[in-house]
């Protein structure tokens, strides 16, 4: 990249429009250093038109890749590392320690990426390993380097292992954790827009980078509890650390994950996402990485699935991996979840977070006084800022399409009852038959479902696109039992919520199940569980249990398709 005409530099004045009298440059080199900065700079500086930001590309790390797609998305001026040595700035901020300043005499602000002092990284300056977040020993000679820290347990570890960092700390806590305790009453809704509604919980998969990364050692987890987890009463979600996807690139993790998000797993995008995630999780399945660590300290269940070596003792992390519970890879992972769901305490890990986070709620406005003060500028003298609550997550594309779908069928003594649990076909590709004498199990494919093998297999055809009248939902169930003569049952949702079920004998069984809209594969799995159990079927209440979070009332009415196919 050449040279470019950015607003500060030596006839900037002569076109800039705004008159800044300090220059700050944001050193960009990974996609996790920018993006740390990148969410909390905007809160630092708003309204004040006496600075002008211009951010440095370094792209000298092996986790550059999507730098420059971040910063076009955020709308930033970006110059290459090589211009800054021809400005002169006030102050260089950033969160990658690991940048190799030019000479000169401004100040450099280094902000932690993650949490502390906790994890040996490959040093990208020689062949050994070195601890993150620790600026080099030459930028700590110069005097220049002032270290942001989160806890005064992390300058204690800093300056036990390098002395020349004395006075060079400021204790600002962490704007990140911040954001995430002020959002926590949005959990609910957040959860919602995941797919976790009511009645279903969300586990969290989190994976830092890495060979002793959850990834790096069980890269098959996801689709294994994607596979255990009933479809039903949970959503699955996995944030993968950015280096992870700067590394190996998205086609190459998408590739690796393919069954499990056929199976539904949502990939939770890499910038920005992962923490409405994070806060609207139930339980978090995770390794040694930091957004482990910020699920434990809000207060959330952890399972760790992988603790690599390279965590370092002493720290929070560490303490974290003596007090939280193995996912043991062998067992089954269900029932592993639901025990950490139901013994869990809220305040478990509160010593944890207690050693990572000092004084939490105040880290925006102690680091924009910082920020401030080596700019050598007056604050503004508006409010500090505070950390405000995280936006809602986008509305997941759920690709599964295709069920493993076990019921029951049985009369109690408040009426008929049936029990419906599925499970993705994608990663649990039963057939039809019997578990036992009173569980039946079948085959249940979306019209939409890609693989046709499956399709052709199915027990139950399914259209989850509500039909636009009963006419068009009865049309479709004929057609698509003639195309299909291996299918008992064809379900097609109405613009209504309720559900038409047709039969290979000619009947058309409308459903209609109370609380929130489902789609037609439970109505079809509740007609198919009392077909099997030869229950009856005319104008009935039933009872339809989804697992074990989830009961709803099901009405079924009978209708008989007429001689021509299309009159309801």
């Not at 932690?112 to 994890?119: A, D, E, M, S, Y």
């Not at 890495?210 to 689709?223: D, I, K, M, V, Y």
């Not at 594969?521 to 509740?526: N, W």
């Amino acid at each position: 990249m050449g040279h470019l005409r950015v607003p500060v530099g030596h006839d900037a004045h002569r076109w800039s429009t705004f008159p800044g009298v300090r220059t700050l440059v944001v050193a960009a080199r990974t996609v996790t250093s920018t993006v740390r900065v990148l969410e909390c700079l905007p809160a630092l500086l708003r309204g004040d038109d006496r600075i002008t930001v211009v951010f440095a590309y370094d792209p000298t790390s092996a986790f550059s890749d999507g730098v420059h797609d971040l910063l076009r998305d955020a709308g930033c001026r970006v110059m290459p590392w090589s211009q800054l040595a021809d400005i002169t700035p006030d102050l260089i901020l950033t969160a990658s320690e690991n940048i190799a300043v030019p000479e000169g005499e401004c100040p450099v602000l280094v902000l932690p990426h993650g949490i502390g002092f906790q994890k040996l990284v490959p040093d990208s300056r020689a062949e050994r390993t070195r601890v993150s977040g620790i600026v080099p020993e030459p930028l700590l000679e110069s005097g220049r380097a002032w270290l942001a820290v989160s806890h005064p347990s992390q300058e204690e570890q800093l300056l036990a292992t390098h002395p020349k960092a004395t006075g060079r700390t400021l204790l600002i806590g962490d704007p990140c954790f911040d954001e995430l305790r002020v959002s926590l009453p949005s959990a609910p809704s957040y959860g919602r827009a995941l797919g976790a509604a009511e009645g279903r919980r969300l586990v969290v998969l989190s994976s830092t980078w890495g060979p002793t990364s959850l990834l790096g050692r069980h890269p098959e987890l996801p689709a294994r509890l994607a596979a255990a987890l009933p479809y039903d009463e949970y959503r699955l979600a996995a944030i993968v650390h950015p280096n992870v996807w700067a590394a190996h690139g998205s086609w190459q993790i998408r590739t690796l994950l393919a069954p499990a998000l056929e199976a539904g797993l949502l990939l939770i995008p890499a910038v920005h996402a992962w923490r409405s995630a994070l806060v609207a999780a139930d339980v978090v399945v995770g390794d040694h990485g930091s957004v482990t660590l910020y699920g434990a300290a809000l207060g959330k269940p952890v399972l760790l699935a992988a603790f690599g070596e390279d965590a370092v003792p002493g720290t929070a992390v560490a303490r974290l991996g003596e007090a939280a519970p193995r996912l043991d890879t062998r067992q089954d992972p269900c029932r592993q979840i639901d025990t950490a769901l139901r013994s869990h305490t809220p305040g478990r890990y509160r010593e944890v977070a207690e050693l990572a986070f000092a004084e939490p709620g105040g880290a925006l406005a102690r680091l924009r006084t910082a920020l401030y003060q080596l700019l050598r500028l007056d604050e503004p003298g508006s409010s500090p800022p505070l950390p405000l609550r995280l936006p809602h997550p986008e509305p997941p594309v759920i690709a599964t399409a295709s069920w493993t779908v076990v019921t029951t069928a049985s009369r109690e003594p408040g009426g008929t009852v049936v029990t419906v649990r599925r499970h993705p076909a994608a990663v649990d590709p039963g057939g039809d038959g019997e578990q036992d004498t009173a569980a039946y199990v079948h085959l249940a494919c979306d019209e939409e479902e890609e693989d046709h093998r499956l399709t052709e297999s199915a027990s139950v055809v399914l259209r989850s696109r509500p039909a636009q009248s009963a006419v068009a939902a009865l049309s479709w169930i004929r057609d698509t039992l003639n195309r299909l003569p291996g299918s008992r049952l064809a379900a097609v949702a109405l613009s209504g919520g309720d559900c038409l079920v047709g039969m290979r004998d000619g009947r058309i069984v409308e459903v209609a199940v109370s609380g929130p809209a489902v789609d037609p594969g439970l109505p079809a799995a509740l007609v198919y569980a009392c077909l099997r159990a030869g229950l009856p079927m005319a104008d009935v209440f039933v009872t339809l249990r989804v697992g074990e979070l989830r009961s709803e009332e099901a009405e079924i009415r009978v209708r008989h398709l007429p001689p021509n196919g299309l009159r309801p």
